[in-house]
């Protein structure tokens, strides 16, 4: 049973460029969870999606960023016209449900801005 | 405003000794808590959880408490050993109502010295 996918596992973009950050869920997850992570600190909630919608996005900047889970396919978050602040590892977890469940972690893109 | 802190940044522990790991949250409404670990350029990986509803909780070579009376999380982990070095993060949920984001603390990094 395959674990939570992310692609790309490292992804360069310049000042400006829009970065696109896919994730796959575990197999018969449907909650996906998007976190960032700076440097020698703790994971930040950005927001929490099912299929089709957006539960809670409330640890998503206002701008520039968005998140999609669409009935087929993978996960997006998409951030566009990137700054150099944007870099760090996002990570995608996956739930089969809400309540007492553990989520699962994917193994992160990191994003260098330059 | 609510946050899931730590007390040492940095445990430096010798192989086969006990170690104990320490959290301490403010959100009283929390109701759910996971410990995490990270190595190195992976995502989190989960180790154990707890619910509000329990005191203390055993894995294999780990152990959780909970505290609620002053709220306090720890984590022990028996005969450490090298391979359990790594970066260790608690994290909470408030299963209540439709969120169920995780809020995690800023970590501690195990090292287990030879």
């Known amino acids: 049973n395959a674990g939570v996918m992310q692609n790309p596992r490292h992804l360069v973009r310049r000042r400006g460029q829009e970065a696109r950050l896919r994730c796959s869920p575990m197999k018969g997850h449907s909650h996906v969870y998007w976190y960032r992570q700076l440097p020698e600190e703790g994971l930040k909630f950005m927001v929490y999606l099912q299929k089709e919608n957006i539960i809670d996005e409330s640890g998503m900047p206002k701008e520039r960023f968005s998140a999609e889970f669409p009935k087929e396919g993978p996960s997006i978050l998409r951030i566009q016209q990137v700054v150099r602040g944007d870099s760090a590892a996002y990570f995608c977890?996956?739930?089969?449900?809400?309540?007492?469940?553990?989520?699962?972690f994917g193994p992160g893109t990191r994003l260098t801005v330059t | 405003g609510e946050n899931v802190g730590l007390h040492l940044p940095t445990l430096s522990v010798q192989e086969g000794d006990n170690s104990i790991i320490n959290c301490a949250y403010s959100?009283?409404?929390?109701?759910?808590f996971i410990w995490y670990k990270q190595e190195s350029g992976k995502g989190p990986q989960f180790i154990i959880d707890i619910r509000s509803n329990m005191d203390k909780r055993q894995g294999q070579r780990v152990t959780v408490l909970l505290n609620k009376t002053v709220k306090h999380l720890s984590l022990q982990i028996a005969a450490t050993q090298p391979g359990d070095s790594a970066v260790y993060f608690c994290a909470e949920n408030r299963v209540a109502g439709t969120a169920s984001k995780l809020t995690f603390g800023t970590g501690t990094r195990l090292q287990v010295t030879l």
């Open positions: 959100n009283s409404a929390s109701d759910y």
């Open positions: 977890a996956s739930s089969p449900g809400t309540g007492f469940y553990e989520q699962y």
